[in-house]
């Protein structure tokens, strides 16, 4: 789910010996340059051209094993603790531990894959993390004490942000190219909504037919799998960058702040509607749907996503992000309406399927700003600081709708994504309005044409 200083894309189009758009990559022939939209070969074309860049199809089929264990991990989790102590509360307590855990330690371990490259320190942290969850299904297997349970799954937190590895090869690969890289972006978030839209009903699936503790084993499995595959793709990985004493965290740059307060709230959205929809099956007496409704929901913003990828990128992306917030909070209040007017767990799957086209949109021109507000070298790290905001924003949805499921009812817990949502949209304008005073230096409101990198400087002009 990339981030780069005004000034380092400008160098990349003189010095950076990536080839230009408009170049073959295998033959350095002359082509004209395919557009994201262009004709021909259909909207996946777009998909099938960046899938051609050397090296992309390696990396990606590695990333997707290392990425489906991702909505495998709660599920099986849940289903394997509560099954064995008979405890919701006590299986959702470990699961919030692990995402607090891995919202502290998230940071920090992208750091380290920054500073020192991807391959070194994203496969000794991913065996950590596998051997977390090894160790919980053991403790889970053998009446271990409860508080066993909680440091075993604290121990997943160094699991690597494998989607924002992804995303920083492909801006490594194509910098210089904000067409590319805006159906980079678009891939890899509906590579997102795949996974968890197919990881809960995996899990679930292998933990009722096998064995409560097979979704966390296979999950595991996978993910090791898939890093090892991920990082022996070795001329793809961009170079590590050193910090130096005038490196500064991402969260000191003008503008990413009040980005990640965006990704708070839209987090949120999340959190709420999922809490909201299982609470909502279940008083409709169809608690076991829960999976699928929301399934629809990420198959919405899955296609959305890809759609939106063959679309022309946007000029301005912070009009464009109010654009798709102000759409998503228009959405949103589809399934409250739904919930209120019909009472159809039918009806609310429809509104479910048509809100989630608002969430990749909003996913994708986020993650832009946010390569746009980090420097080259920092990549992963402002990546996992705005995938920490989502997860903390979710955690905070979760229980907020959990409270108004409780002490009032299912239906009005869809007002929590909708104010969610629109919560989003006005801290979005607010900042907008603030930037354009201040005037960022390193969130470009615009994208600047792109020079090509063979032309003599004295015909740049």
């Not at 992804?166 to 996974?195: K, M, Y």
Request: proline share 8%; net charge positive; charged share 10%.
């Amino acid at each position: 789910m990339e981030p780069e200083h005004e000034h380092t894309r400008t160098a990349a189009r003189t010095t950076s010996p990536t080839p230009p758009p408009t170049t073959s990559i295998s033959t350095g022939a002359a082509e004209p340059p395919p557009g994201p939209g262009t004709a021909g070969g259909g909207p996946l074309a777009p998909y099938r051209r960046l899938l051609a860049t050397p090296g992309a199809r390696a990396f990606t089929a590695g990333n997707l094993l290392a990425r489906l264990p991702m909505g495998m991990f709660s599920v099986s989790a849940v289903i394997m603790i509560a099954g064995s102590r008979g405890s919701y509360a006590l299986a959702g307590a470990v699961t919030a531990t692990g995402l607090t855990a891995t919202a502290v330690v998230g940071p920090w371990t992208a750091r380290l894959v920054d500073r020192h490259g991807q391959s070194r320190v994203a496969v000794p942290a991913t065996l950590l993390a596998a051997l977390g969850s090894l160790a919980l299904l053991l403790c889970v297997r053998y009446d271990a004490p409860d508080w066993t349970l909680f440091a075993a799954y604290a121990a997943t937190a160094t699991t690597p942000n494998t989607g924002g590895m992804s995303r920083a090869r492909w801006s490594h690969l194509h910098c210089g190219d904000p067409d590319t890289l805006h159906i980079a972006n678009s891939f890899e978030q509906a590579v997102d909504e795949l996974c968890f839209m197919l990881g809960p009903a995996v899990a679930a699936f292998l933990c009722s037919s096998l064995f409560p503790e097979a979704g966390t084993l296979v999950g595991a499995v996978l993910l090791v799998t898939g890093v090892l595959i991920f990082a022996a793709q070795r001329a793809t990985e961009p170079p590590p960058a050193p910090r130096t004493t005038a490196t500064r965290s991402p969260l000191r740059a003008s503008g990413f702040p009040s980005l990640i307060a965006v990704f708070l709230a839209t987090g949120a959205v999340f959190g709420a509607m999922e809490v909201t929809t299982i609470a909502f099956s279940d008083a409709q007496g169809h608690r076991s749907a829960a999976g699928a409704v929301l399934a629809l929901q990420a198959a919405g913003s899955c296609v959305a996503g890809l759609v939106y990828g063959s679309a022309r990128p946007a000029r301005n992306v912070r009009r464009r992000l109010l654009g798709c917030l102000a759409a998503m909070t228009v959405l949103m209040t589809g399934p409250l309406i739904a919930a209120a007017a019909t009472g159809s767990l039918l009806a609310l799957s429809a509104a479910l399927l048509v809100a989630g086209a608002a969430t990749a949109p909003t996913m994708v021109t986020g993650m832009t700003l946010v390569q746009r507000s980090t420097s080259q070298g920092q990549l992963n790290e402002g990546m996992t600081l705005a995938v920490t905001a989502i997860l903390g924003g979710t955690a905070a949805g979760s229980a907020t709708a959990g409270w108004f499921v409780e002490r009032l009812s299912p239906t009005t817990g869809y007002a929590v994504p909708a104010s969610a949502a629109a919560l989003a949209l006005l801290l979005c304008a607010a900042t907008s309005a603030s930037s354009k005073t201040s005037g960022p230096k390193n969130v470009p409101e615009t994208v600047p044409e792109t020079v090509p990198k063979n032309v003599p400087d004295s015909e740049k002009t």
